[in-house]
C-alpha cells in the first residue's frame, strides 16, 4: 500500500493568508498542517508516500519534509499543474502506485481518535485484498460534502451524492479514502462533471456500484476537522492546543510515530530534537526517548 497526499489549491478562502503560501504549510497550532495527514498515513502503516502540490508550493514542501528520512519513510513529490478534482491525484501518482494499491488523504484534513491507527492498518489491508474503504462522519451541515446513505436493516450503504440540496442523512464522506489496484483505471476512465473536475465520488460510486465499497462509521470518540476557512483552522488550533495541554501528548508528531513504530532510534530522536533548538517540541522529542529507556 502508497499513500498519495493531496496538498494542492489555491486556499482562495482563507486570502490573504495563503496569497504567497500554501494552507497546507500554516501552521495547526504547533506544527504545519501536512503533518496531520501525514501522520494519518504513518500509522496505517504506510511508509512510501507521494505529496502533489502546485508548482509553486511544491518546492516549500520539499524544503520542509525533505526524503522523509527524518521520519523513517520515503517521500516522493509531484506536481498538479491546475486543480481538476480530487481524483486527478491517482492520475498524477498512476506511476507511483505502480499498479498497486493506494490510500488518498487531503492535506487539509485532520483526525483524531485512539484507534485511528487500527482502522487505517484495517482499511489497507481490506483495499489490499480488493475493495475500497471510506471514512464517514456525522456533521451539522451536510449539504457541504459528499453524503453516503445506509440500509437501515444491513447498514450497508446505498448511495452516495455529492454536495445533494436535500441530504439523505447526515453521514458525510472524509477526506481518507482506501482503494485497490483498480483505482487508477478507474480514474482515467471517469469523465469530468459539470465543475469540470474529476469527482472523487465517482470513483467511491464505481466501488459501491460492483459491491466493492465498506463506509467505515466514525462515532463519538473521534474528531475529523477540515481547516478551509479561518474560523475552521482556528478551531483546529484550538482543539489541537486543549488536548495537548491537558494529556501532555502530541497529536500528528511523525518523529514520535516512527519511534514508537521502530522506524526511528533514540539517537535519531535525539538529532532531531538538536536541530529543533529550544523549542517545546525538541523537549517532547526527548521525553518520549526518556520515557521508552
Known amino acids: 500500500m502508497k499513500g ?15 496569497l504567497s503560501i500554501s494552507k497546507q504549510l500554516l501552521p495547526v497550532f504547533d506544527k504545519p498542517m501536512i503533518y496531520y495527514p ?40 509531484a506536481v498538479q499543474p491546475e486543480p481538476e478534482g ?10 507511483f502506485l505502480a499498479g498497486g494499491p493506494a490510500a488518498l488523504i487531503l492535506g487539509d484534513n485532520i483526525f483524531h481518535g485512539d484507534a485511528m491507527g487500527a482502522k487505517g492498518h484495517m482499511a489497507a489491508t481490506a483495499a489490499a485484498a480488493g475493495g475500497a474503504t471510506v ?27 455529492e454536495k445533494p440540496a436535500n441530504p439523505a442523512s447526515r ?29 472523487i465520488t465517482d470513483v467511491i460510486r464505481a466501488y459501491l456500484d460492483r459491491g466493492d ?14 481547516t478551509g476557512t479561518h474560523d475552521s483552522l ?18 500528528a508528531c511523525p518523529e514520535e510515530i516512527a519511534f514508537d513504530l521502530g522506524y526511528l532510534g533514540a ?7 538538536a536541530m529543533m533548538g529550544k523549542t517545546g517540541y525538541a523537549d517532547y522529542l526527548r521525553r518520549c526517548v526518556q520515557d521508552a529507556a
Open 4 to 18: 498519495i497526499i493531496l496538498a494542492g489549491g489555491s486556499g482562495t478562502r482563507l486570502y490573504p493568508a495563503t
Open 38 to 77: 501525514l501522520s494519518v498515513l504513518m500509522l496505517a502503516g504506510i511508509r512510501d508516500i507521494l505529496i502533489i502540490s502546485s508548482p509553486r508550493d511544491l518546492p516549500m514542501f520539499q524544503a520542509l519534509l525533505g526524503t522523509g528520512v527524518a521520519f523513517g519513510i520515503n517521500l516522493s513529490y
Open 86 to 95: 480530487l481524483a486527478q491525484a491517482f492520475l498524477i501518482g498512476e506511476e
Open 135 to 161: 471514512f464517514a462522519y456525522q456533521v451539522e451541515d451536510p449539504e457541504r460534502y459528499g453524503v453516503v446513505s445506509f440500509d437501515p436493516e444491513t447498514g450497508r450503504a446505498t448511495n452516495i451524492v
Open 171 to 199: 453521514w458525510a464522506v472524509t477526506g481518507l479514502y482506501f482503494f485497490d489496484r483498480d483505482v487508477a483505471a478507474i480514474a482515467r476512465a471517469l469523465k469530468p462533471s459539470q465543475r469540470g473536475e474529476l469527482e
Open 213 to 226: 465499497l465498506t463506509v467505515n462509521r466514525l462515532g463519538r470518540g473521534y474528531a475529523w476537522l477540515d
Open 234 to 251: 482556528h478551531e483546529a488550533g484550538a482543539f489541537v492546543r486543549t488536548i495537548e495541554h491537558r494529556q501532555g501528548i502530541k497529536i
Open 267 to 273: 539517537d535519531a530522536m535525539l538529532d532531531r530534537a
